[in-house]
């Protein structure tokens, strides 16, 4: 059996882009969905006709987990924003890195970290490849030799799994599938389901402060560290390791674990953690609620999420959205509900968050429960909206080559500020596509998170492209969105991360001073600054 | 009417402190309750009494809210630990600050820190003085000019309260009454009450990372803060102020509020806050649990902080805390259970948190429900242990007077490994006392926070002085805590804080290299490291 190839260009699995002819179709179901019409469909380039340059930099040969080879190298250029993946379709692989390490063991990381500092070789910790920042993308940067992607999915078990505390010992490589088999046989799970999960890595997770399963409540993956264990430069020079305690909780000094949380692979390479697991839920509830007006159902999304019942769903699909992922199609936002608890039936808490809605004209669905152990909610809009989210991904890579821009921005945003907020959005970003486009396109917004303070909103923009002004199109497209958010006192991230992506208005958004003390910790910890130059400091 | 005082020397209130004959009584009781015979009562030095040494630098003449006055410098010299309640008991005022400065406007903290810088004055920033680990205390450091009590509690207005999202914008010299009495005005509250709560403020709750009201969930003070506004030295000579967004939530980046948390005065001056704040609660849930074994009390404690009911309170008492807050007397081990929503009824919850104490032979009381907004938790054995928590530092002043040590000491423990820690603590703590007081002594336990992978133990210690030897007899017995606490894989703290008496084991407890990276955060933040010199890094 032939190993299973990930896209060298695009989202996912090779085998999961469609041929040219169902492609065709598709763009015209598109085309009569959101009234753009696609052109095309045009092809990726293969993998054999990448034209790549030369590595400008060899390893020694004690690192003999290090490769240059060229196939290697194109499928660590890029992560998977829509910059990558449209550079990737037509060929493009310029910023590839020179070198490939794939080591499997931690000893193995720190030698390599230990020859790039004298060799002033950049280095960028890889994990899944899925970042859309261009989080892991490092064209040369001034006064270095080359560049090593550090692919650290060789790292990928599960070391120890402690029942009584419910906390697993986890290799920073691990993917998600890898992970949760691993855990199964301890009857536990992490529950960290971002949208990434059949790719990235709980190291990219921590790097990059992943959101996750939950709509509520513990769900960062911030919250599911227990301790990280990481090498930084300066530690391999002393012999040391970054290691904090696997603790419940502590109140000594500032965390050095949020230190690494988020650090996006600038000041350590993570290369295990003690995460906070717990058994498979055996109750569950789900329901969803129709709201004829969104100001509505956006109140009622917010009483539900102020008040302590924490579901484990709270995700409310605007009308445009709960269209595009069939939910609904009669104009109706959708606030898809769900709690589940390995301790405990349900119908209390549902029965009270369906109050809740209702109290603010919702029309909920009859709430499902399960106490079996098995999934209930895979079925009707709860299930449509879910396999939508996993196969989304996907839908960029056919839509780029039907010559269609489409791409995600996330934000969050105190309640008091969100009206503002999404109206301008929609202005702003319908404005410039409509400026870039000149044509009719789709811009919908769905929760993924809500707090008590606030929600995180996720919009999904759909515009016609020209052929080879796409990138032109899409950034003016993306300046529009992220201005507006910065103005607007929301946050910028995509799928939580900064990258070299979102600098500029990360910039904007950081107490002032705080670009001193980052650049002061990495001196710290990097002093020959090989770590990921050029992401988020 | 006179403004009320607190004691120059000991906990709280000065008029709190009883009278002799009332002190000779206590300690008559005391003796038959704990086998200690106490000495005394002796008197603490009174106010005019204390010798002072003089200010050893002056503020300039525009700093008209800086004074060298005698009685401010005295009542700025301790925080409210043991040693610092024993050294004022005896008149030891050595460590006095040469000034204090009363800012009310971030302004005129500014001016502070720039003058300091250029003057070489190490600055402590001051809220309420209830440190207990010498987090206040500053002497004069080496190539220092002089010292500076920087009290905040002039900046203690609620600016704004933002009742859609729950947040309020509130300054950090707000003391725990004087912020919830703002609070109150919007309907708000904080729910934030530290032991210390009457007298600490909002900016030390941040800096220390305090720990709140809530037994479980989001509890601690870095949970409720929404953004963080501070003065950094290198920031006021740029004209720059340290603010965070007001975000419900963001993965931008390490988060720059968690570098601020748990910073104790070392990198900025914390002047406000945004803080997730929310309704009274109107129901309330309140049951008590016995228990004949300790282990089997705290298996079901672990139950109910894995089982996601969340409850408010679920403090478990062992045999002798509960005899000693007079909770019961019977030798029962005793959990406190409650649970508080402004939302819904809890009877679910309460119901299924005492089927799971009960599965661990759990004897339960009958619980009380309220829906009327009034507090059921005041009456039987749950409120005899909340007015002893509330009185419990006063009795440490009275005990002093008698001759006694009474001291506290806490940590936070994986579930698997507290069996361990805590058999290692009785058995060390009990020896250190047996070795520098040679006769029975008390060591009881409570868990003040279970977590689903750990619990929160906090230990009173109290064993008979010697006249004049008290401070030796103390670090003694903190000594064998605390050696035990970091070798079991506990973690290190006092009422949060590392301060100046933990350095020594929060040096073996941080990762290898943290202790740089803090010194590089100082080093750009804090570049004449004027800022609480000798604290925590």
Chains 1, 2 share one sequence.
């Not at 879910?386 to 010559?403: D, T």
């Not at 991230?493 to 705080?514: D, E, L, S, Y």
């Amino acid at each position: 059996m032939s190993e299973r190839k990930r896209s060298h260009w695009g989202w996912g699995w090779a085998d999961k882009f469609p041929g040219t002819e169902q492609r065709k179709q598709l763009g015209q179901q598109l085309g009569m969905m959101l009234g753009i019409e696609p052109t095309g469909p045009a092809e990726p380039v293969a993998l054999d006709d990448v034209a790549l340059h030369d590595a400008r930099v060899a390893a020694p040969e004690k690192l003999s987990f290090v490769t240059d080879e060229r196939e290697e190298r194109i499928r660590h250029t890029y992560g998977r924003a829509f910059t990558d993946v449209a550079r990737g379709f037509v060929g493009d692989f310029s910023p590839a890195p020179d070198l490939v390490a794939h080591p499997t063991t931690e000893e193995e990381v720190g030698h390599v970290l230990d020859w790039a500092q004298g060799a002033k070789v950049a280095v960028v910790p890889y994990g899944g490849g899925t970042s859309v920042v261009r989080g892991v993308e490092c064209p040369l940067p001034p006064g270095f030799a080359g560049t090593l992607s550090l692919d650290l999915r060789g790292l990928d078990r599960v070391l120890e799994v402690e029942s009584t505390s419910r906390t697993a010992r986890i290799q920073a490589g691990a993917t998600g599938p890898r992970l949760e088999e691993q855990l199964a046989e301890h009857g536990m799970t992490l529950r960290c389901f971002p949208q990434s999960f059949e790719h990235s890595t709980l190291g990219g997770w921590i790097a990059t402060r992943a959101g996750g399963h939950f709509a509520t409540n513990y769900t960062h993956i911030d919250d599911l560290t227990a301790a990280i264990r990481a090498l930084t430069p300066a530690g391999v020079k002393e012999g040391e390791v970054w290691a904090s305690r696997r603790l419940p909780g502590s109140g000594a000094g500032p965390s050095p674990d949020r230190m690494m949380l988020g650090s996006e692979g600038t000041l350590g390479v993570i290369t295990e953690a003690w995460m906070r697991v717990r058994p498979k839920p055996q109750f569950r509830a789900s329901a969803s609620v129709r709201f004829q007006k969104y100001e509505d159902a956006v109140a009622a999304c917010r009483a539900v999420a102020q008040s302590g019942l924490f579901p484990s769903n709270c995700r409310l699909l605007d009308s445009r959205e709960a269209k595009l992922n069939m939910v609904a199609t009669d104009g109706s936002a959708v606030l898809l509900l769900g709690f589940e608890s390995a301790d405990h039936a349900l119908e209390p808490w549902m029965a009270r968050a369906l109050e809740l809605a209702k109290d603010f004209g919702g029309e909920p669905s009859e709430p499902k429960y399960s106490d079996s152990g098995k999934k209930t909610g895979d079925s009707g809009q709860a299930g449509s909206w879910k396999n939508a989210f996993i196969e989304m991904p996907y839908l960029q890579n056919v839509l780029l080559s039907l010559g269609v821009i489409a791409d995600t921005f996330e934000t969050a945003i105190p309640w008091d500020r969100f009206e503002e907020l999404h109206a301008a959005i929609v202005k702003n970003v319908r404005g410039a596509m409509k400026e870039v486009s000149g044509s009719p396109c789709h811009l919908s917004c769905r929760f993924t998170h809500v707090y008590p303070d606030g929600p995180a909103p996720y919009y999904t923009f759909i515009a016609p492209g020209r052929p080879g002004a796409e990138l032109e199109q899409w950034a003016a497209i993306k300046k529009a969105a992220s201005d507006t958010l910065i103005e607007h006192g929301a946050t910028i991230t995509h799928h939580h991360a900064v990258g070299r992506t979102h600098r500029p208005w990360f910039r904007k958004q950081r107490p002032q001073g705080f670009g001193d003390a980052l650049r002061a910790l990495k001196g710290a910890l990097d002093p020959e600054g090989i770590l990921n130059p050029g992401a988020l400091i």
